[in-house]
Nanobody, 120 residues
Framework: QVQLVESGGGLVQPGGSLRLSCVAS????????MGWYRQAPGKQRELVAA?????????ADWVQGRFTVSRDNDGAKKMLYLEMTNLKPEDTAVYYC????????????WGQGTPVTVSS
């Protein structure tokens, strides 16, 4: 069984920054991909960024350098981070951590999400 727990969301002003964290524990395969997705009210869940266990990254086109994904594979628990800068009101969403196998597909394991609100 796999557990994903996100943290770090909150309220931030436009132009501000936040760092999201996700800790993955349980039966995690050595070859895996962890990623961040988000879902805004009334919209579909979409990819933000993802990274394989080997460090290959993938970003949504709209990120345009504002966000950086990173991970720490040391230890039994795997960590995934999302450094978000120059946040905009349209970044307001619930951000979810995801764990799967390949960079080209959505994994089947999800966290409970952490809300991010960008507002003045």
């Amino acid at each position: 069984q796999v557990q994903l727990v996100e943290s770090g969301g909150g309220l931030v002003q436009p132009g501000g920054s936040l760092r999201l964290s996700c800790v993955a524990s349980g039966s995690i395969l050595p070859i895996n991909t962890m990623g961040w997705y988000r879902q805004a009210p009334g919209k579909q869940r979409e990819l933000v960024a993802a990274m394989t266990y080997a460090g290959t990254e993938k970003y949504a086109d709209w990120v345009q350098g504002r966000f950086t994904v990173s991970r720490d594979n040391d230890g039994a628990k795997k960590m995934l981070y999302l450094e978000m800068t120059n946040l905009k009101p349209e970044d307001t969403a619930v951000y979810y951590c995801n764990l799967g196998r390949l960079l080209t597909e959505v994994g089947r394991h999800w966290g409970q999400g952490t809300p991010v609100t960008v507002s003045s």
